[in-house]
């Protein structure tokens, strides 16, 4: 184990520019990790909030064949700037950013991450990308070429695309810091005694999703300057009129893609994997199992972007190689999964809040693992490709998976960020809106899609209606637990009442200081023992 010592010299330096300020500068000059992750939380919100708005508009718009609230060019803008927002401004530096940041240096016992002025120049990084996004709304019309911004359509459509794709570019670089900045810390900056084998899963997670993006970002960053020096200079990367090919976008960019759905889902893993433990009473089964299928998700994601292009024209020999590494990749996933359910396994569960959200989101993660192998598989992917089906899996996976792991992670938490408790009957109630609502809104699609409805078509043919009406009732009832949930959890920051001590009988160390932390996080660093990490 390395030496904190010129760390420890540093973060003084930091923490006396700290304690010197006041009022909002407390908060937007502030080097600590834990206000860093609070800024992104609330931005994170904020976004998040027009993001859904947007979803809700699509659904109302699929209530009924023909037009109901918009036309396709406002349909086609929607479901645009609602993906983007999504996937580039919440889903992908989501956990990461919010719970990476407020926890990694606590559970690997440091005072900060290893470049404070850098985390907090991610997050400016991450604000910029966002003003961005919402310049495009705005001037010509709102992007319409869908979040993946396909050529040729991205570089020949008249509406204000450039600046959506500039902003995804600005965002991949606050990712590749962060990622950088987690790496560092946790190579350098654990407690005495903290060696791998002794890490808690949540870092371990934070350590894989940190590799893909340093490693992967890069390729969408080159692949989204390509597009605008299509669009300003004509050069043509991807314009099949000056020789170039369309296929070439689609690889580079699923080339990040795919392992940007890993960079979603591993921190989801590592929140889920420190929850069932403290709710069942138990140590973690096959600790070493989980920190290697994280790896293993990690490595091998960079290996099955082309599933995504089944139907594209590649050769039989590439479609059969990549369906094989498709199935190979759900293997490290399964084995969290037998790992979770064995923990749980003759268990003294304690069926918390947080604890109920790490259930469902078991359920709701196998249920788009499992329909994901069905895309993988050729025969069937040629069916379902592009249809409703495509987007019932992708919203089980991201926004099942992430969601309600960020949801169990921000109630189990809650505790240590605010040192306050929610209030328990109202979060088991949102819980249960959410999750009926969820389930109503994205279940009809995967019937939807075998019968063949399209995705990203503002009009269906009358056939859909009654699947499509069940839809759209579960997004207002998901919406309505979105909003029991929120609203639950601000006022209880605010006003909730003071938590006990270690509430939920955690092991790790965010459980062994106050709530919430001192600047420092510890008068002292902690000297990792065998005991440090046994239930009392």
Request: proline share 6%; net charge positive; charged share 10%.
């Amino acid at each position: 184990m390395t030496s904190q010592t010129s760390e420890s010299k540093v973060h003084k330096t930091y923490l006396e520019e700290d304690m010197g300020r006041k009022g909002i500068f407390k908060w937007i000059l502030s080097t600590d990790h834990k206000r860093i992750a609070l800024l992104y939380l609330y931005s994170m919100m904020v976004w998040f909030t027009v993001g859904v708005v947007l979803g809700l508009l699509m659904k109302l718009e699929l209530i009924a064949p023909g037009k109901t609230l918009m036309g396709p060019q406002a349909y086609n803008a929607t479901f645009t700037v609602h993906g983007v927002i999504m996937i580039f401004l919440i889903v992908i530096p989501g956990l990461p950013a919010v719970f990476g940041n407020f926890l990694l240096p606590i559970q690997i016992g440091a005072k900060d991450v290893a470049f404070p002025r850098l985390n907090l120049f991610s997050w400016y990084i991450y604000v910029l990308g966002s003003i961005l996004v919402i310049i495009s709304l705005f001037g010509n019309g709102p992007p319409d070429t869908g979040w993946t911004f396909y050529a040729p359509y991205s570089f020949k459509t008249g509406t204000n695309m450039l600046p959506a794709a500039l902003g995804a570019f600005v965002l991949g670089f606050s990712s590749i810091l962060t990622g950088l900045n987690f790496i560092v810390t946790i190579h350098r900056m654990r407690a005495p005694g903290m060696t791998w084998m002794k890490m808690p899963l949540f870092p371990w997670s934070i350590y894989g999703t940190a590799w893909i993006q340093l490693l992967a970002t890069p390729i969408v960053g080159i692949t989204l300057l390509m597009v605008a020096g299509e669009r300003i200079l004509g050069i043509g990367f991807f314009d099949p009129a000056k020789g170039g090919d369309p296929l070439l976008y689609q690889h580079l960019f699923w080339i990040y893609s795919h392992p940007a759905v890993y960079i979603m889902i591993l921190p989801a893993m590592g929140a889920i994997s420190e929850i069932i433990p403290t709710f069942t009473r138990k140590t973690i089964f096959g600790y070493k199992a989980i920190v290697i299928s994280t790896l293993a998700i990690a490595f091998v994601g960079y290996f099955v972007w082309a599933h995504h292009m089944f139907t594209s024209g590649m050769s039989g020999t590439a479609l059969f190689t990549f369906s094989i590494l498709t199935f190979l990749v759900a293997i490290p996933s399964a084995i969290k999964v037998f790992n979770w359910i064995t923990t749980m396994h003759k268990g003294s569960i304690s069926t918390e809040v947080p604890f109920q959200w790490a259930a469902s989101f078991i359920f709701i993660f196998m249920i788009g693992g499992l329909t994901g192998l069905v895309l993988g598989a050729l025969a069937t992917d040629v069916h379902l490709h592009d249809t409703a089906f495509v987007v019932a899996h992708f919203h089980f996976i991201v926004f099942g998976g992430v969601g309600f792991a960020f949801f169990g992670a921000i109630h189990y938490w809650f505790p240590v960020i605010y040192g306050r408790m929610y209030d328990n009957s109202w979060a088991r109630t949102g819980w249960i809106v959410f999750f009926i609502g969820f389930v109503t809104l994205y279940g009809p699609m995967f019937y939807l899609g075998m019968k063949g409805m399209p995705r990203r078509y503002f009009d269906y043919l009358e056939e859909f209606h009654g699947p499509n009406i069940i839809s759209t009732f579960g997004a207002l009832v998901m919406i309505t637990g979105l909003v029991i949930i929120v609203t639950n959890l601000i006022k209880s920051a605010r006003s909730g009442p003071i938590a006990p001590h270690n509430p939920w009988g955690g092991t790790n160390l965010e459980w062994r200081i106050k709530s919430p932390p001192s600047l420092e996080n510890f008068d002292e660093i902690p000297v990792i023992d065998k005991a440090t990490y046994k239930f009392d």
